[in-house]
């Protein structure tokens, strides 16, 4: 099973809209890839097609959705025909059809208690197929999708600025949308961020807990 920073395992899968080989066939873009535990199933209805909703706002930050479950093809079309149908959302990101679990297995997304089912998880990777964060939600909890969004803008926001982003960030209630620096490694740097400081260069509580914005 792999973690974060590592490389996203390379595998060719079948999905709705034809084999892909990832992260290849993303290189350059990130993706988002988000396991369900079966089609047809209410709660994973409701996360697709918030995730479709909300996929311009994806594509704003160059990042593409997948879907995925342990579930045949077939399947994946006839659930993706009745939401088009019944709800009048059209999916277009592809859903890889994992029928015997490999993909499933390899990034550990099947529950133990749940036979083949898989738990809802999310890889976040990069734009150079690296792992950047993981979640799991268990079966009777819907994503929040509106968080996935906001963490890919922070992952990409704290790699620019090579900085780290507070709690709720961009509405902290401490330091508001500005960025936490990363820690002095010197006693001379740790004075060095005090003086500037106090010369308004940088907004800092001590030392050690310096903002800046973007």
């Known amino acids: 099973m792999p973690f974060i920073s590592d490389r996203f395992p390379k595998m060719t899968v079948a999905t709705t809209m034809g084999k892909i080989t990832l992260p290849d066939d993303y290189a350059g873009r990130w993706f988002v890839l988000f396991s369900h535990p079966a089609d047809f199933t209410p709660v994973c209805t409701t996360e697709f097609v918030a995730f479709e909703k909300m996929k311009p706002q994806f594509q704003q930050l160059n990042t593409e959705l997948i879907g995925l479950s342990v579930e045949q093809v077939f399947s994946h079309i006839k659930w993706v025909e009745w939401i088009r149908e019944k709800l009048h959302v059209h999916i277009s990101f592809p859903i890889i059809a994992d029928e015997l679990g490999y993909v499933a297995k390899q990034l550990g997304m099947i529950h133990p208690t749940k036979g083949t089912r898989t738990v809802r998880s999310v890889y976040i990777v990069d734009h150079e197929g690296t792992i950047r964060l993981m979640l799991t939600y268990?079966?009777?909890v819907g994503r929040?999708?509106?968080e996935i969004v906001r963490a890919v803008k922070a992952l990409q926001i704290a790699d620019a600025y090579e900085a780290a982003t507070p709690a709720n960030w961009p509405h902290n209630e401490l330091v508001?949308?500005?960025?936490?620096?990363?820690p002095p490694r010197?006693?001379?740097?740790?004075?060095e961020r005090l003086n500037k400081a106090k010369k308004g260069e940088m907004s800092c509580f001590d030392w050690w807990f310096c903002t800046k914005g973007t």
């Not at 010197?186 to 004075?191: E, F, K, L, S």
């Open 138 to 140: 268990p079966e009777s």
């Open 176 to 182: 508001g949308n500005r960025l936490i620096m990363p």
């Open 144 to 146: 929040n999708i509106y």
């Open 186 to 191: 010197t006693i001379q740097q740790a004075a």
